[in-house]
């Protein structure tokens, strides 16, 4: 690929910010890459943590990139109804070399209607909506389907970029990263699935999200209709 | 321990950031949590990546904290004999119930004569300098000494941050996190650690950081000197 290579990491109210700071934390220590933080406006959004997050640069100054990466958290059930984030994220495909998405980013990228027939990770909670937008979900912690490459849940951000890295530049090149992020993790619990947490708490979790999973639930519904009345109107 | 929990995490120029935003990302999901981002001022810090971060207190009106928590990074080398940053931490030391450190921070914390005589852990290239603070080097994921837990490099963080709220909280406060964050890693490749990577990968590695090396070295022969002569003048 070309250098340097345009990264390009969008941001939102209430996204789970290690969703982008673990792939921006590798992006930005790979050789020749410009990593870019993109909102609508050049101006503060606040995180679901203390942290506020400041864009480097807006929809409209973005130049094209290589890259397209949407990260995940709560906001993004507002970000699927956006027509404004939706139209910079399907202006930006047209050109982009990967389409890519950690947690429930995947979510705001079939909205876009860019995972149509594809498969697609996303966080455990929200495999279910996939489907929603002609997605294919897939459990698994990166997956690559042609050029769209989605993570699954906050943490396997860090694992789908080192992949992407791999797949952009070469194994080497993210082997590199890899050792001098000293990613050799060992969790001091197996909590990290819900097939190995104790049943007790993925039952406690699932009962504790119950009232947001029916506003996604709304959201999701009304993007998909959206989605579907733009295809009907295209044809 | 009581609510709210107060944890904080110090910011510097050139701090690696996902020293901290893992960490910062595991605390916020502890419920009863309130996390600080200190500087010497109010105002934005440039991170190791394009992302800047704002602090939410001063080092002044920073209240007293049961967590006080030391990011690295390549900015450590100049908070090591920055009095303004050991003062802070001594003085907060003195009520904090756990002094932490992610990587390189340990380094900080041992120049501020918080680990003399403990176990320390700190990013693999690091691991020669925590003796010029009296600190004994130890090489694990993370370390837990008495009241001092320490991580070892960047992504260590994720690991060092559950071990801690299973320490604070209990292990189902941390299990509880973990399953929301999804860690659950698959690193697809195996070079996360130097006994791991590919020979000509580290060799190749040492090289590139020589020249810093260099710049760490000098800086920590100051730092431990200051501290010899701190010990003096107080005995």
Known sequence: MS???????VLFPKVTQLDFTGPLQVFSSVPGAKVHLIW????????DTP??????????DCPQLDVICVPGGIGSDDMINDEEMLDFLRRQAVGAKYITSVCTGSLVLGAAGLLQGYRAATHWT?????????????????????NRVTGGGVTAGIDFALTLVSMMVDQKAAEAVQLRLEYNPAPPFNAGSPDTAPAELVAMFKEKIAPSRQRRGDAIARAAARLEQRK????
């Open 3 to 9: 250098e340097p290579l345009q990264i390009g990491l």
């Open 126 to 146: 929200a495999m279910e909506y996939l489907s929603s937008f002609g997605a294919v979900p897939t459990k698994t912690r990166v997956c690559v389907d042609r």
């Open 40 to 47: 609508k406006r050049i101006e503060p959004v606040a995180s």
């Open 51 to 60: 942290l506020v997050l400041t864009p480097t640069v807006s929809f409209a």
């Open 232 to 235: 009907i109107s295209a044809a």
